[in-house]
């Protein structure tokens, strides 16, 4: 199982960028990311259903990030909008068998980070 983030850059406060993941090995239930900021426990951002009939986001970005899920391609996109400075961290691309959010734990499958940087 491999989960494959991309997207990740340095941009300026309320700029937008989209950050993409795809996976291969197997398909999974939901789909999201987490992030951590230096110094900071990773913190949960978004998830998704293999539908998209059911998501979650963290408070801290709710009505400015937006994810969506292709699940014949197997993929997960996080469009971050309006971005600020404390949105900088390593954003990871998550996965699972179930759908999960900030109060349930950390997910099983996790790819590597993309870092995004947001300058003020």
């Known amino acids: 199982v491999q989960l494959q983030a991309s997207g990740g850059g340095l941009v300026q406060a309320g700029d937008s960028l989209r950050l993409s993941c795809v996976a291969s090995g197997q398909t999974f239930y939901a789909m999201g990311w987490f992030r951590q900021a230096p110094g900071k426990d990773r913190e949960f951002v978004s998830s998704?259903?293999?539908?998209?009939?059911?998501?979650e986001y963290s408070d801290s970005v709710k009505g400015r990030f937006t994810i969506s899920r292709d699940f014949d391609k197997n993929t997960v996109d996080l469009q971050m909008n309006s971005l600020k400075p404390e949105d900088t961290a390593v954003y990871f691309c998550t996965a699972d068998h179930s759908l999960y959010s900030k109060d349930n734990g950390y997910p099983l499958f996790w790819g590597k980070g993309t870092l995004v940087t947001v300058s003020s």
């Open positions: 998704i259903t293999f539908n998209g009939g059911s998501l």
